[in-house]
């Protein structure tokens, strides 16, 4: 047990983290066949862990298919493997991938805007700043015009309430007057 924790301090990439945890592994194992097993005894347990365990995992096909996957994957993770390949390279690939729709939807924009460019005439573009200068003027017209406006609608709201209130007034009245009307004439064929 010794042996195998000395010999793996000295790999990269093993942590002591990990060492500890293969030590009270290899405890546990102890403590259940104990510690002067022969190498031969040792042997033969460990086959037959191992022919447990192949039994068991034969039980579970998509453990089988991951198992003979198991040294394409560990080839993938190996940090030597990964080296081999500059990131920035795949990172690269990727990011042009990744963009090609948009790098096509901008060349498009770009034909579009070359076809397009030969439509604007710069012979109607040579009065713009005379043009500019007539628009200061209207622009303030407009203006005016618009507050005007404003101004005028206001009026007419308050001058739309004020008949709406005179003729509450005068639907009030009427009906007042028709009341008392309605009086008078019972009140006269009563005396009659």
């Known amino acids: 047990h010794y042996y195998i924790t000395n010999n793996l301090s000295n790999m990269v990439g093993v942590t002591p983290t990990d060492l500890a945890m293969l030590e009270d592994r290899v405890e546990q194992l102890e403590r259940i066949y104990g510690k002067n097993a022969s190498e031969k005894e040792a ?4 086959e037959e862990l191992n022919t447990k ?3 068991m995992l034969g039980k579970h096909p ?3 298919a991951l198992l003979k996957r198991l040294n ?3 080839t993938y993770t190996d940090p030597g493997f990964i080296m081999r390949y500059d990131p920035s390279k795949f990172i690269q690939q990727e990011y042009v991938v990744g963009s090609t729709n948009r790098m096509q939807k901008a060349a498009s924009d770009a034909k579009q805007i070359a076809d397009l460019k030969s439509e604007v005439n710069p012979g109607n573009l040579k009065n713009v700043p005379e043009l500019e200068k007539k628009m200061g003027p209207l622009t303030l017209k407009c203006l005016k015009l618009h507050d005007d406006g404003e101004a005028v609608n206001k ?9 709406n209130e005179i003729l509450n007034t005068l639907s009030e009245q009427f009906v007042t007057w ?15």
């Open 43 to 46: 042997v033969k347990i460990l």
């Open 53 to 55: 365990v192949d039994k």
């Open 62 to 64: 998509k453990t089988q």
């Open 72 to 74: 394409e994957l560990s």
């Open 155 to 163: 009026e007419i709201n308050e001058l739309v309430g004020k008949w």
């Open 178 to 192: 028709d009341n008392i009307l309605r009086e008078h004439e019972e009140a006269a064929k009563d005396n009659e």
